[in-house]
């Protein structure tokens, strides 16, 4: 199987480490893994901000540069979201608007083989030990794209449940928005603030050590908050936490 990473813009410039945690991750399970130098960004940003158009040849690089691969990983549940679900409809708009069908067939074959990581662990390696070890006490928060667009579900608890030494706590309110929604958190700054408050005062009364997400952009929204405040929780991508081995243990 020809495995693609796909790090997303905001991993490839303030969070390496969860990109080289993926690949850590999945070589130890026996998966190769391509980092294609070509990829750039998804296009979400531009979408979501009102720019249909000029998320177009964002989303033709991405079918050219990965359309070659068996699965694409991601890091990413809310750029994962985009390849899923707004490629399709950005293709079947661009028809609608007289503009042929050609979007559509561009990314029509790379949409079905996006997959979040823990979706590629436990839906495709079909595994959910996969021998990391972090003995730390963690809850977990399940973002926004990952929750209801890609509907993942039970399949990060799963994860890590498994994990040996992991105490994993319930969080109160855990299906609720973080507030960072990325551009809505610049236009709408008050109330994104506000909702991160909620979540770091949900967070912090779970008396765990690390806030676990599997997006890195909510993950600094949050641990801005948690900074600012002082709770003394970290927020740790869950790429990280699975990584992790008995002798390597990150604190």
Same mark, same amino acid.
């Given at each position: 199987?020809?495995?693609?990473?796909f790090? +997303?813009?905001?991993?490839?410039?303030?969070?390496? /480490?969860?990109?080289?945690a993926?690949? +850590?991750?999945?070589?130890?399970? !026996?998966?190769?893994?391509?980092?294609?130098?070509?990829?750039?960004?998804c %296009?979400?940003?531009?979408?979501?901000? %009102?720019?249909?158009? /000029?998320?177009?040849?964002?989303?033709?690089r991405?079918?050219?540069?990965? *359309?070659?691969?068996?699965?694409?990983?991601?890091? @990413?549940?809310s750029?994962?979201?985009?390849?899923?679900?707004?490629?399709p409809?950005?293709?079947?708009?661009?028809?609608?608007? *007289?503009? *042929?069908?050609?979007?559509?067939?561009?990314?029509?074959?790379?949409?079905?083989k996006?997959?979040?990581?823990?979706?590629?662990?436990?839906?495709v390696?079909?595994?959910?030990?996969?021998?990391?070890?972090?003995?730390?006490t963690?809850?977990?928060?399940?973002?926004?794209? %990952?929750?209801? @667009?890609?509907?993942? !579900?039970?399949?990060?608890?799963?994860?890590?449940?498994?994990?040996?030494?992991?105490?994993?706590?319930?969080?109160?309110?855990? /299906?609720?928005?973080?507030?960072?929604?990325?551009?809505f958190?610049v236009?709408?700054?008050?109330?994104?603030?506000a909702?991160?408050?909620?979540?770091?005062?949900?967070?912090?009364?779970?008396?765990?050590?690390?806030?676990?997400?599997?997006?890195?952009?909510?993950?600094?929204?949050?641990?801005?908050?948690?900074?600012?405040?002082?709770? %003394?929780?970290?927020?740790?991508?869950i790429?990280?936490?699975?990584?992790?081995?008995?002798?390597?243990?990150?604190?």
């Amino acid at each position: 199987m020809r495995v693609a990473l796909f790090l +997303t813009c905001v991993n490839d410039t303030l969070y390496p /480490e969860t990109g080289r945690a993926v690949v +850590t991750l999945l070589t130890r399970l !026996g998966v190769e893994v391509d980092f294609p130098m070509q990829q750039t960004c998804c %296009g979400q940003a531009h979408y979501n901000t %009102g720019y249909r158009h /000029e998320a177009e040849p964002l989303a033709r690089r991405f079918a050219r540069v990965f *359309g070659g691969y068996d699965a694409i990983v991601t890091p @990413s549940g809310s750029c994962g979201a985009m390849v899923r679900e707004l490629y399709p409809r950005m293709g079947e708009r661009a028809r609608a608007e *007289g503009r *042929g069908g050609t979007l559509a067939a561009a990314v029509a074959p790379v949409v079905p083989k996006t997959y979040e990581l823990t979706e590629f662990l436990v839906d495709v390696l079909g595994v959910t030990d996969v021998g990391a070890y972090y003995p730390h006490t963690v809850t977990y928060h399940p973002t926004c794209h %990952g929750l209801r @667009s890609l509907g993942l !579900g039970d399949r990060p608890l799963s994860l890590l449940r498994a994990v040996k030494g992991l105490d994993l706590v319930e969080l109160p309110g855990a /299906e609720e928005c973080c507030g960072f929604g990325g551009t809505f958190a610049v236009k709408n700054a008050e109330v994104s603030a506000a909702m991160g408050a909620d979540k770091v005062r949900n967070a912090a009364a779970t008396g765990a050590r690390v806030l676990c997400a599997a997006d890195n952009s909510c993950l600094m929204h949050i641990g801005g908050i948690m900074a600012r405040q002082g709770t %003394g929780m970290r927020p740790v991508h869950i790429a990280e936490i699975l990584a992790s081995t008995e002798g390597g243990a990150t604190a």
